[in-house]
């Protein structure tokens, strides 16, 4: 074995260290250490990529928003089993921003609340309208003062189909 | 690993529950569905049931009790019925990912897995599915999945709607008034055959010599005793890539001529195509069939089928080939009642092999652009000039509830 010199194959492969790929030795002022050392250190967090190049003017805008196109159904629909739509006929909602033709989206799996706007099931008639539990009274209440509130009564069949999260109407 | 334990969930009339969501008026009134062509009773609420309309039989044999106790009668619609199944499975795998469908109503489920407690979990079952989707089930549970049906018996009669069988053999005096036809895996025949050596309730079933039933009723007989005893012998399948596509469906009346059944035959070929493109599948063979009615004066009932040279999805050949089939199978002189199509020999589109020898035929695009147009704007938007206009041959539907769920102008309304 030969002394000295260049041994073939010694020390760490290149690429094996810290930052996965060949380095090289260069020359830095010592004011200026610090800076290098952040920087490289790092490039091993995610650093933001834009999409245009920043000499060229400004930065599109819309660069930090490329996220894909947005799904309508993730935005009305929580829980997909349980969701189900629903055309209005009838104006008894008008006030609460539901006309005649609109479509509902109906979560069955949320409680009704007091408050809340309902599908009901009433005397065998499905039915929106504003569910309303007070003082030991459930009324069902229309959004239109040319309709009466509903009081619930012994021998009325009340169910609450759906709780109302969504209307659709065409403008 | 710890002893399985099975839960059959099993939804109660379903299709008389699908019928009544969206129409509370039909609460407890007696309600019956028809079978496809409004042939038969395929489904009974509790009140119809009551009334002593059989399951299976022709309508115009409950016609009477129809009239009299003023049943509400609806034509089969598989468009809701499939839609509200999708959501009943999708709630039940929610609570418990270890699930095995077995029909359009019923799934199997391992709850040992799982670190809560069975019966509680059950529960929690049952009435997130009612609520979610407002379809009663019932759940059994019980060591094996033949006994597992068994409690789902027992929980439907139970008014609770949750059963467990723990140990068969504490519950000896209800399996005595169960008889043997209820168990699962044990048909007309199997049930005469237990008959004739004098087992008829699923206790003496149990009981019985597992020598003598393997003899009678072959080693499956005797995995349902095994199953009987609790011992398991069946864990949950696979959820089954289905093997073939079948296609068919009654005609509205008889049919003497070939036109309509040519027409009906690319039909059924078109919608095979459909369903095969949407699960990316392809088929190596086609399946005609054509036959008579079984009771009719004069009986016929044929079938052929055909390979292609490499598999296809593209409707143009399934319909060419199906067209070429029908014309052979028929005769003159016969009353026919219904034509099929099953695509058999399915293999995923993305491993076929092609054939150097034989140039593809199939246009992938044009099939998509159908699809596409046909998804966008409804069914049959876009059709082949084969399938017919008029249809004058199509199934009577004369009952059919709207399709609530799947179709955005038959939603329902609310005033």
Redesign the interface.
């Known amino acids: 074995m030969p002394r000295g010199g260049k041994r073939a194959g010694a020390g760490r492969p290149p690429g094996q260290g810290k930052f996965g790929e060949p380095t090289r030795p260069i020359r830095v002022p010592v004011s200026m250490l610090e800076a290098v050392y952040g920087f490289v250190e790092r490039r091993h967090h995610a650093l933001p990529l834009y999409g245009s190049k920043v000499s060229a003017g400004f930065p599109s805008p819309a660069d930090d928003y490329l996220e894909g196109t947005l799904d309508l159904n993730e935005h009305l629909v929580k829980?997909?089993?349980?969701t189900?739509?629903?055309?209005?006929?009838?104006d008894?909602m008008l006030n609460a921003g539901i006309h005649p033709g609109d479509?509902?989206v109906v979560d069955?799996?949320l409680t009704p609340v007091s408050g809340r706007i309902v599908?009901a099931?009433l005397d065998?008639?499905?039915?929106?309208k504003r569910f309303d539990q007070r003082n030991g009274r459930t009324r069902l209440l229309a959004e239109n003062p040319a309709y009466a509130p509903i009081e619930i009564q012994d021998g009325n069949?009340l169910?609450i189909?759906g709780v109302v999260t969504n209307v659709i109407h065409p403008v | 690993m710890t002893a399985p334990l099975f839960a059959l969930a099993d939804c109660n009339n379903f299709y008389a529950s699908c019928e009544r969501l969206?129409n509370?008026?039909l609460?407890g009134r007696p309600l019956i569905v028809l079978s496809n062509n409004d042939g038969c009773v395929v489904a009974r609420s509790n009140e119809a049931k009551a009334l002593g309309i059989g399951m299976g039989i022709p309508f115009f044999q409950a016609r009477k009790l129809v009239e009299r106790h003023r049943v509400a009668v609806f034509s089969s619609n598989y468009s809701l019925y499939g839609d509200i199944s999708?959501?009943?499975m999708?709630?039940l795998a929610?609570l418990c990912p270890d699930m095995e469908i077995y029909s359009i109503d019923e799934a199997f489920l391992r709850l040992d897995r799982l670190p809560h407690e069975p019966l509680a979990l059950a529960r929690e079952m049952r009435d997130r599915v009612r609520?979610?989707?407002?379809i009663p089930i019932s759940i059994g549970l019980a060591p094996t999945k033949t006994l597992a049906k068994l409690a789902n018996l027992i929980a439907k009669k139970s008014g609770e709607g949750v059963f467990q069988i723990e140990r068969p053999e504490r519950l000896h005096g209800l399996l005595a008034r169960l008889p043997v036809k209820e168990v699962w895996g044990i048909g007309r025949r199997s049930a005469e055959r237990l008959q004739a050596l004098g087992i008829e309730t699923v206790e003496q079933l149990r009981r019985a010599d597992p020598r003598q039933i393997r003899r009678h009723l072959s080693v499956i007989g005797e995995r349902i005793l095994c199953e009987l005893n609790g011992t398991p012998c069946l864990d949950l399948e696979e959820t089954q890539s289905n093997r073939q596509i079948l296609c068919s469906k009654s005609f509205g009346q008889r049919v003497t001529t070939l036109a309509p059944i040519l027409e009906a035959v690319s039909n059924y070929a078109a919608r095979a195509g459909e369903r095969l493109r949407r699960q990316r599948l392809c088929c190596g063979h086609i399946h005609v069939f054509l036959q008579t009615g079984h009771h009719d004066a004069r009986v016929y009932s044929n079938a052929l089928s055909q390979g292609f040279p490499t598999p296809t999805s593209d409707s143009r050949q399934l319909i060419r080939v199906a067209k070429g089939l029908a014309q052979r199978l028929f005769l003159e002189g016969y009353r026919y009642q219904k034509v099929g199509v099953i695509l058999m020999d399915l293999a995923e589109s993305r491993r076929i092999q092609d054939d150097l020898f034989t140039p593809r035929n199939d246009n992938p695009r044009l099939m998509q652009a159908l699809d596409a147009i046909n998804a966008r704007l409804g069914a049959d938007e876009v059709f082949f000039a084969a399938q017919g206009v008029q249809r004058p041959w199509r199934m009577q539907s004369g009952y059919r509830s709207p399709r609530?769920?799947t179709c955005w102008n038959e939603?329902?309304?609310?005033?």
Not at chain 2, 411 to 415: D, I, K, T
């Open positions: 829980h997909p089993a349980a189900f739509f629903v055309r209005v006929s009838g008894s479509i509902l069955r799996s599908i099931a065998g008639e499905l039915t929106v069949e169910h189909w | 969206f509370p008026a609460a999708r959501r009943v999708a709630v929610g609520h979610w989707t407002g609530y769920t939603l329902a309304r609310v005033s």
